[in-house]
């Protein structure tokens, strides 16, 4: 079983950064897309933000838009999201995921969690107002 690391959570004021890695200890981590998503309390895991394997192809849910940005980097295996301008509603844990998904996939296909393969532990992010 695989399993994502994620680190870089923490406590910030509302207007402060954050940036998250996840490493992703599988064979061929340019073949996924890596995606990130997130669970507030009482709420469903939503998505965030992914990224295709050439890391030149993004998509950003409308709340993050703007103000988050997906990257990778294939020779270490690892995915980030800088988050800025950081709102208490962000607050939640942010989950890391790989999936193996055709690159004729639509972008739609990659906002849906259950095309996800592996997962991390996740990471806890607070904005405090």
């Known amino acids: 079983q695989v399993q994502l690391v994620e680190s870089g959570g923490g406590l910030v004021q509302a207007g402060g950064s954050l940036r998250l890695s996840c490493v992703a200890p599988?064979?061929?981590?340019?073949?996924?897309?890596m995606g990130w998503f997130r669970q507030a309390p009482g709420k469903e895991r939503e998505f965030v933000a992914a990224i295709r394997w050439s890391g030149d192809s993004t998509y950003y849910a409308n709340s993050v838009k703007g103000r988050f940005t997906i990257a990778r980097d294939n020779a270490k295996n690892t995915v980030y999201l800088q988050m800025n301008s950081l709102k208490p509603e962000d607050t939640a844990v942010y989950y890391c995921?790989?999936?193996?998904?055709?690159?004729?996939?639509?972008?739609?296909?990659?906002?849906?969690?259950?095309?996800?393969?592996?997962w991390g532990q996740g990471t806890q992010v607070t904005v405090s107002s």
């Open positions: 995921a790989a999936g193996l998904l055709s690159p004729y996939s639509s972008g739609t296909a990659l906002y849906d969690l259950r095309n996800y393969n592996y």
């Open positions: 599988v064979r061929t981590f340019s073949a996924y897309v």
